[in-house]
């Protein structure tokens, strides 16, 4: 059923009428547009501007049908332009002229702003309690290795020995950035069209409160004109979600280079990794680069969206209607990641030995002999050219720093004294780093305590 027939007298051209059509993508919105009618039929009756007997039976047989699609015994008519002419007209199927009253007041232009509204409202609050998922599972493995030692890297090149437990709660804090962002694109979000007609308004006396108030908003928007025109929620929340899948890209590059024979740091488990048709030996490390590659189909729909917005004028343009596929796809793709990421990183063997082993290895206490002469007095830019000198005659030697005799360091500078080896070990390194944000037992306890305490506040 056309919703707009009655000023013409052709028949819509097919490819023309397919092309058109959003039913395909957008029957996923069919509970959201179902919702709010029926907050928008109950105003309609309680201002008197439809009879109560119609509005009762509109929200009587659209919880029917929202009943009869979730049980299947309604299916989603493909023909429909959209779901909202759907919903009308099957509205009008069962109960008659009542459902013709429905539209009073409202343009699918407002409908279709509240509908994606309603959607990314609930979706943000299924993103976050994934985000939350992985938050926790980060703090378990971060407590459970705060004190093994990794070497630190710069230019992925070992730099200083840090924690396993600190590298891990780098991405807590990455991911609790996120959730925070979410929260607040939704508080942003949070406002309620319904009301601004097609654009502006309506001459019906409406109750737009008592419809936001049923539906659960915080606020109605304050302009007609922009609650028609506005996706800038989507466009925030396409950013948002790039930006996770921004950090889970750089966690699963992390984890693939952990995998590699040569750095050795983690084992995936078999549950998260594939095999190859020709090579037995291998075992992949698959959903970490899939991770990694769907990034570029998110980053893609926030572009898309963008674009699709730059050059609009005010106020609703058919070209809105390609905002959905985009945010639906970012949405359905970012979840599918968080579930998988959060899984394959709780059934990861972590290497401790080799990664202890590999901070041993690169000099990465050079700085801390450094910091000892300049405890010493030393300026730190005598110091570094100082312990430069040492790492030379060490690496001449094959040793690692804290191997080399007090006699060979007196080589180099005779500020050097025994009480250096107490300072230079990767534990004395890292421990000496204790400053809030620093690997150090004593931080990291701290910023442990902390992460706790965001989780159980949220
Ligand atoms: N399917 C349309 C969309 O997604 C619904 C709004 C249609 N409004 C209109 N004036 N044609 O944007």
Same mark, same amino acid.
């Given at each position: 059923?056309?919703?707009?027939?009655?000023?013409?007298?052709?028949? &819509?051209?097919?490819?023309?009428?397919?092309?058109?059509?959003?039913?395909?993508?957008?029957?996923?919105?069919?509970?959201?547009?179902?919702?709010?009618?029926?907050?928008?039929?109950?105003?309609?009756?309680?201002?008197?501007?439809?009879?109560?007997?119609?509005? #009762?039976?509109?929200?009587?047989?659209?919880?029917?049908?929202?009943?009869?699609?979730?049980?299947?015994?309604?299916?989603?008519?493909?023909?429909?332009?959209?779901?909202?002419?759907?919903?009308?007209?099957?509205?009008?199927?069962?109960?008659?002229?009542?459902?013709?009253?429905?539209?009073?007041?409202?343009?699918?232009?407002?409908?279709?702003?509240?509908?994606?509204?309603?959607?990314?409202?609930?979706?943000?609050?299924?993103?976050?309690?994934?985000?939350?998922?992985?938050?926790?599972?980060?703090?378990?493995?971060?407590?459970?290795?705060?004190?093994?030692?990794?070497?630190?890297?710069?230019?992925?090149?070992?730099?200083?020995?840090?924690?396993?437990?600190?590298?891990?709660?780098?991405?807590?804090?990455?991911?609790?950035?996120?959730?925070?962002?979410?929260?607040?694109?939704?508080?942003?979000?949070?406002?309620?069209?319904?009301?601004?007609?097609?654009?502006?308004?309506?001459?019906?006396?409406?109750?737009?409160?008592?419809?936001?108030?049923?539906?659960?908003?915080?606020?109605?928007?304050?302009?007609?004109?922009?609650?028609?025109?506005?996706?800038?929620?989507?466009?925030?929340?396409?950013?948002?979600?790039?930006?996770?899948?921004?950090?889970?890209?750089?966690?699963?590059?992390?984890?693939?280079?952990?995998?590699?024979?040569?750095?050795?740091?983690?084992?995936?488990?078999?549950?998260?990794? &594939?095999?190859?048709?020709?090579?037995?030996?291998?075992?992949?490390?698959?959903?970490?680069?899939?991770?990694?590659?769907?990034?570029?189909?998110?980053?893609?729909?926030?572009?898309?969206?963008?674009?699709?917005?730059?050059?609009?004028?005010?106020?609703?343009?058919?070209?809105?209607?390609?905002?959905? #596929?985009?945010?639906?796809?970012?949405?359905?793709?970012?979840?599918?990641?968080?579930?998988?990421?959060?899984?394959?990183?709780?059934?990861?063997?972590?290497? &401790?030995?080799?990664?202890?082993?590999?901070?041993?290895?690169?000099?990465?206490?050079?700085?801390?002999?450094?910091?000892?002469?300049?405890?010493?007095?030393?300026?730190?830019?005598?110091?570094?050219?100082?312990?430069?000198?040492?790492?030379?005659?060490?690496?001449?030697?094959?040793?690692?720093?804290?191997?080399?005799?007090?006699?060979?360091?007196?080589?180099?500078?005779?500020?050097?004294?025994?009480?250096?080896?107490?300072?230079?070990?990767?534990?004395?390194?890292?421990?000496?780093?204790?400053?809030?944000?620093?690997?150090?037992?004593?931080?990291?306890?701290?910023?442990?305590?902390?992460?706790?305490?965001?989780?159980?506040?949220?």
């Amino acid at each position: 059923m056309r919703l707009w027939g009655g000023r013409f007298s052709g028949q &819509t051209n097919e490819a023309a009428a397919h092309f058109n059509s959003s039913i395909s993508f957008d029957m996923r919105l069919y509970k959201q547009d179902i919702i709010g009618s029926i907050a928008h039929a109950r105003m309609l009756g309680r201002q008197g501007i439809i009879p109560v007997a119609d509005s #009762e039976k509109i929200t009587g047989a659209l919880a029917e049908i929202l009943a009869d699609i979730e049980n299947g015994a309604l299916e989603i008519d493909q023909q429909a332009e959209d779901i909202h002419s759907f919903v009308e007209a099957e509205l009008i199927k069962r109960i008659g002229d009542a459902g013709r009253r429905l539209h009073t007041g409202r343009s699918r232009n407002d409908q279709v702003a509240l509908d994606m509204r309603m959607y990314v409202l609930e979706e943000i609050d299924s993103l976050n309690a994934l985000l939350v998922n992985l938050l926790n599972a980060l703090l378990a493995t971060s407590k459970a290795h705060y004190r093994s030692i990794m070497p630190g890297l710069t230019h992925l090149q070992k730099a200083q020995p840090i924690t396993l437990g600190h590298h891990l709660m780098a991405y807590f804090q990455m991911f609790k950035r996120d959730y925070r962002r979410l929260a607040n694109c939704r508080q942003i979000a949070d406002e309620m069209p319904l009301g601004s007609g097609a654009l502006a308004a309506t001459v019906y006396p409406i109750d737009r409160e008592y419809v936001r108030e049923q539906l659960g908003f915080s606020a109605i928007t304050e302009n007609s004109l922009d609650a028609v025109s506005d996706r800038d929620f989507c466009v925030e929340l396409l950013a948002c979600l790039s930006i996770i899948m921004m950090h889970l890209s750089r966690f699963c590059e992390e984890l693939i280079l952990w995998t590699t024979d040569s750095v050795g740091f983690i084992e995936i488990s078999d549950a998260y990794t &594939t095999g190859s048709s020709i090579m037995p030996q291998k075992k992949n490390p698959d959903m970490a680069e899939l991770i990694r590659g769907k990034t570029g189909r998110v980053y893609g729909s926030l572009m898309g969206v963008l674009t699709l917005l730059k050059g609009l004028p005010l106020a609703y343009n058919k070209d809105m209607q390609e905002d959905k #596929e985009a945010v639906f796809d970012a949405v359905d793709t970012v979840k599918s990641c968080l579930v998988v990421f959060c899984g394959m990183f709780e059934n990861i063997t972590f290497n &401790t030995a080799a990664m202890q082993k590999s901070a041993k290895g690169g000099y990465t206490n050079a700085t801390d002999a450094a910091d000892w002469l300049v405890k010493k007095g030393v300026p730190f830019r005598n110091a570094h050219e100082i312990t430069g000198k040492l790492v030379l005659y060490a690496i001449e030697q094959g040793k690692p720093l804290e191997e080399l005799t007090l006699a060979e360091l007196r080589l180099v500078s005779d500020i050097f004294d025994a009480d250096i080896f107490d300072h230079i070990s990767l534990n004395a390194s890292v421990n000496a780093r204790n400053v809030t944000g620093g690997p150090g037992e004593g931080a990291m306890l701290e910023a442990i305590g902390k992460a706790r305490k965001f989780l159980e506040e949220i």
